[in-house]
Nanobody
Framework: QVQLVESGGGLVQAGGSLRLSCVASGRILSIYNMAWYRQVPGKERSSVASLTADTHPSGVIANYVPSVSGRFTISRDIAKSTLYLQMTNLQPEDTGVYYC????????WGQGTQVTVSS
């Protein structure tokens, strides 16, 4: 049974930085395309950053929605079974609960980690 455990969120002032971590069981980080998803109250959960798997024909490639491009960096550490999201120059619009999962999501959602950016 795959488990996804997110951590690293918190309260930060606009312009600050956070690094989110997602510990994923098994070898899914190398097998599946992965993504960080964000959910805000009253809105659907959506992907903000993704990373292709080792098996992707073009190799491991990161992609971002325009609103976070240039500010967020998605990465992984296979040895630690951990997916990361380095967030810099955070803005209030980045506020939400962040989750990790495959893309498209195949596994049960974890608890998520709250990111709150004050202005």
């Amino acid at each position: 049974q795959v488990q996804l455990v997110e951590s690293g969120g918190g309260l930060v002032q606009a312009g600050g930085s956070l690094r989110l971590s997602c510990v994923a069981s098994g070898r899914i980080l190398s097998i599946y395309n992965m993504a960080w998803y964000r959910q805000v109250p009253g809105k659907e959960r959506s992907s903000v950053a993704s990373l292709t798997a080792d098996t992707h024909p073009s190799g491991v490639i990161a992609n971002y929605v325009p609103s976070v491009s240039g500010r967020f960096t998605i990465s992984r550490d296979i040895a630690k079974s951990t997916l990361y999201l380095q967030m810099t120059n955070l803005q209030p619009e980045d506020t939400g609960v962040y989750y990790c999962n495959s893309r498209p999501p195949n596994f049960e959602w974890g608890q998520g980690t709250q990111v709150t950016v004050s202005s």
